[in-house]
């Protein structure tokens, strides 16, 4: 036990650690991992993240100095440190050791006849056991983790940010589940902020204010997505601010979601905003190629379906941005499988495919194509249609560019909104509303959009 070297350390560090974390946790702390140096009985590590050093530094390091130390061994000190940060043994910083305390907290409420969702609402595929990690999300992913094993103590609040359909709410349930997992006994609640909000007005209505509170503030973690819906309602801003300081106060575990950074989300009290941003906020970023084909990869032997390589490769190739359009590319593809009684390749790929507005063509159609297609068309300026005049010569291109730019990029609000010099997400909604229900009765309209798509060659 006492001659350790770097290599013998470190698997004895990985075989314990592997007996006693799950399946995710070992992978996401341990495999990343890599391991420099041991001298003088400090052990270098390096790690891929800020996110992974903190987790190391606040946890694991203290974790592995008992383990070897009960086991008869030497005290040794552990380091971790990312791949750019200098070796720090020529400093040798005593390491902080300290172990978090665990919670374990219970506090059961009765459900007694109130109209306001009750019980955690997690979905039960959305573990982290199946969310593939990759380059987009292992920083996100990193954060989940480290939250849920350490609830109130890690980062608090922990705030996601990103497009749509790229993990936010998957990662928020299996926070959960893994909580849940540690200690059957928490309370964990997942809602989103419409429910929350509902919720709220509901409990007014019904004079059951009190119970509304004990439901939401006595809980170990609260999960609250898609956050931006909370602006413009402040009423229920009001409330939930109070909710957060009472979880925040009792170092109970908060975890948000939004499509954008709390101080982009319009009407979103300031004080809330500077709240939110006392702990962590990271972006889930869409997936690269490889992450993509694991992804197709997990999903497919989840549903016990075989697809062969190229034929994941062709599907992770169609879509390189939202997971749920992936997901539902693979179902497309299944699904027409079976019902025309062929199995599955990328030639039935392509067929299945065909008509989902998602193929090459389409995902080499940017909104600065269309921008330019239609500033042509109608012979208005680019910088017009991104700016903020309101006379009817520009607002008509201006609504059918974004309507173009929602029917065919498949690119979120928030995005399109970008690229039309700033504008809010709403501003996207009401121009693909205002097109949408005039095309039916416009002929005009409908010449002009038949037009465009043809130059669009969609
Ligand atoms: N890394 C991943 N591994 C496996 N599945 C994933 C991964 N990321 C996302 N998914 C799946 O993609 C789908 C969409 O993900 P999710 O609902 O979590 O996205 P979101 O970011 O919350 O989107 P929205 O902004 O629309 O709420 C889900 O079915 C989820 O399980």
Redesign the pocket.
């Known amino acids: 036990m006492h001659d350790f070297d770097l290599d013998s350390l470190w698997q004895y560090i990985l075989e314990s650690f592997n007996k006693s974390l799950s399946q995710a946790s070992f992978k996401a702390w341990f495999e990343s991992a890599d391991p420099v140096q041991y001298t003088d009985q400090t052990l270098i590590v390096n790690v891929p993240t800020v996110l992974h050093r903190d987790y190391w530094t606040q946890k694991l390091s203290g974790q592995i100095t008992d383990m070897i130390k009960n086991a008869g061994g030497p005290t040794i000190t552990v380091l971790a440190k990312l791949p750019e940060d200098p070796n720090p043994l020529a400093e040798s910083d005593p390491v902080d050791d300290k172990l978090n305390s665990k919670k374990d907290t219970t506090n059961n409420v009765d459900a007694t006849t109130v109209d306001f969702t009750r019980g955690s609402q997690l979905n039960e ?2 573990t982290f056991d ?5 380059k987009g ?1 292992q920083f996100a ?1 990193a954060a989940a983790l480290g939250v849920a094993e350490e609830p109130g103590n890690f980062y608090n609040p922990l705030f ?1 940010y ?10 928020m349930h299996a926070i959960g589940h893994h909580m849940l997992q540690n200690n059957p006994n928490a309370k964990v609640k997942y809602v989103t902020s419409e429910t929350f909000a509902n919720d709220f007005i509901n409990s007014i209505q019904k004079k059951r204010q009190e119970e509304f509170r004990r439901e939401y503030r006595n809980v170990d973690l609260l999960l609250v ?2 956050i931006q819906f909370f602006a413009d309602k402040l009423g229920t801003q009001e409330e939930f601010f109070h909710t957060f300081n009472t979880l925040y106060d009792e170092k109970k575990q908060i975890v948000l ?1 939004a ?1 954008r950074l709390p101080n982009e989300i319009k009407n979103l009290q300031e004080r809330l905003v500077s709240r939110f941003k006392w702990g962590l906020s990271v972006d ?1 970023t869409p ?1 690269d190629f490889e ?1 993509r084909i694991a ?1 197709l990869r ?2 497919a032997e989840a549903e016990h379906v075989t697809i062969p390589d190229d034929t994941l490769s062709y599907i992770a190739g169609q879509i390189d941005s939202n ?2 359009e ?2 539902g590319a693979l179902m497309r593809v299944e699904a027409f499988s079976s019902m025309t009684k062929t199995p599955i390749s990328v030639n039935l790929a392509s067929e299945a495919l065909k008509n989902l507005k998602i193929n090459n063509k389409a995902n080499a159609l940017t909104i600065p194509i269309i921008q330019d297609f239609v500033s042509k068309y109608y012979h208005v300026s680019v910088a017009d249609l991104k700016g903020k005049k309101r006379t009817k010569s520009i607002v008509r291109p201006r609504q059918v560019a974004m309507y173009l730019s929602r029917e065919l990029t498949g690119s979120s609000l928030p995005k399109i909104g970008s690229e039309f010099g700033g504008k809010d997400h709403s501003t996207v909604i009401h121009a693909h509303e205002k097109i949408s229900k005039a095309l039916p009765n416009d002929s005009d309209l409908q010449r002009e959009i038949n037009e465009l798509r043809a130059e669009l060659k969609h």
Do not use: A
Not at 162 to 171: A, D, F, M, Q
């Open positions: 595929r959305y199946t969310f593939v990690v990759g999300n992913h996601f990103g497009g749509v359909g790229l993990g936010k709410t998957h990662l997505d898609d979601s499509d889930i997936p992450t992804i997990n999903k997971i749920r992936l997901e």
